[in-house]
């Protein structure tokens, strides 16, 4: 089971783009992570008429580390780490360290 997950809100604790928030879009291997607006960077991309794509340049969204991230509390406006504990159903939830609210429903 992951800390983070596709679809968490996160916020960048670390980098250029630090305090930003975002929702992770996409998991690339174990310790990188895609967030929607965040890290762009400016690609030169060449015009194929095989495939319709035009020319140009266009903003790109590269991976962050994994550690750069952390999962954002939307009660202490804060991030927050996350633990993990066992239900009474026998389920494996993530919670929020700080104020024990579960994360996952």
């Known amino acids: 089971m992951r800390r983070i997950r ?3 809100e996160v916020i ?12 992770v879009t996409r998991i690339v291997n ?8 965040i890290n762009l ?7 194929n008429p ?6 140009g340049i266009i903003d790109k ?7 750069n991230v952390a999962l954002y509390n939307s009660e202490t406006d804060k991030a927050d780490k996350v633990g ?8 494996k939830v993530r919670y929020f360290k700080s ?3 579960v994360v996952d429903v």
Do not use: C, Y
């Open 30 to 37: 174990d310790d990188k992570v895609i967030v929607e607006n």
């Open 41 to 47: 960077v400016k690609k030169h991309t060449k015009a």
């Open 12 to 23: 960048v604790i670390a980098g250029k783009d630090k305090d930003k928030r975002g929702k």
């Open 84 to 91: 993990f504990k066992t239900l009474e159903d026998g389920r």
């Open 50 to 55: 095989n495939t319709n794509t035009p020319g």
């Open 6 to 8: 596709q679809g968490d």
């Open 99 to 101: 104020n024990g609210e």
């Open 61 to 67: 969204e590269m991976p962050l580390h994994i550690s």
